[in-house]
């Protein structure tokens, strides 16, 4: 068996650590995937799968190997698809990462309009708040949030969001609105991750960076559940603009400390090849970033 029949039986391991699953995937049986994996293993002279009774699961060396695999196979794929002349077609898997919080608030409805334009696509989501190695994770397309590391991705800005304190006008109306960063050890402060009694949030004072600590008075597990609390009048909150979007259009909370802001962060949606990607590829870039720039919550100082 070559070395390409040899990876796509370890490859079928990678929706699930199963040599039953592999096997049931590939249409063969459970000895043929045990034996090609065994000749891998061999050939390599590293373990790529652990086997217990519990079943199989991949190594480190295994994992890394299953990352360049699925990246090989898959670009084998979009060559033989561009000598088909299927290029001029999107269609096909497409793999993209995305930050959870702005996905929930922002991407999700972008996502429902374009599987709607572009029906012969499936989309496979992932949802993480950092930047990912998109060659070794195998990835098509992400949105990221900050400053980019410099690669060789291409990048395509969309806007940029920024970092707010608010509160509801009820209140303020009651409190008093902080008139610098100081004040806020004199507010109720709703922290938006669990058990965080004392936060420390980050302010701009005449061009120079600031942090101000103070005991929070409210501890919630999401961004969410801090920014419901605060709209019903708990305290003041901090985080970034998109979550509170809706909240500050509709009066329910109220922007505060607007001088003392951190500089905006930048939006991107990145990939990795101009002119060799795929249609697929193509086609999610140019309509994510012209739904994201036109999305009122990557102009925050509009708010």
Known sequence: MDRYHEMVMFEALSERPSLASAARRLAVSGPTVVRAIARLETRLGVRLL???????????A??????????????????????????????GNLVVLLPLLFSRYVMTPLLANYMDAYPEVNVFAHYHDRFP???????DVAVLVGHLPNSSLIARPV?????????????LSAHGEPTAPEDIRNHRLVATQAFRDIVQWDFQKQGFPTSVKARSR?????????????ANGAGLTRCLSYPLYDYLMTGRLQRVLQPYELP??????????RRRASMRVRSFVDFIVEGLREHPAMRPDAL
Do not use: W
């Not at 806007?159 to 209140?171: D, E, I, L, Q």
């Not at 905006?264 to 090849?273: D, G, K, M, N, S």
């Open 50 to 60: 652990q086997r217990s009774t519990q079943g199989v699961v991949l190594t480190l």
């Open 62 to 91: 295994g994992s890394a190997f299953m990352a360049d695999c699925s990246r090989i196979l898959k670009e084998i794929e979009d060559a033989e698809a561009s000598a088909r002349g299927l290029h001029v077609k999107a269609q």
């Open 133 to 139: 190695n998109m060659n070794e994770e195998g990835l």
């Open 159 to 171: 806007g940029f969001v920024r970092s707010f304190v608010c509160g509801s006008p009820a209140y």
């Open 218 to 230: 409210l501890s919630c597990a999401t961004v969410q559940a801090a920014v419901d609390a605060t």
């Open 264 to 273: 905006a962060l930048p939006v991107h949606v990145v990939y990795r090849e």
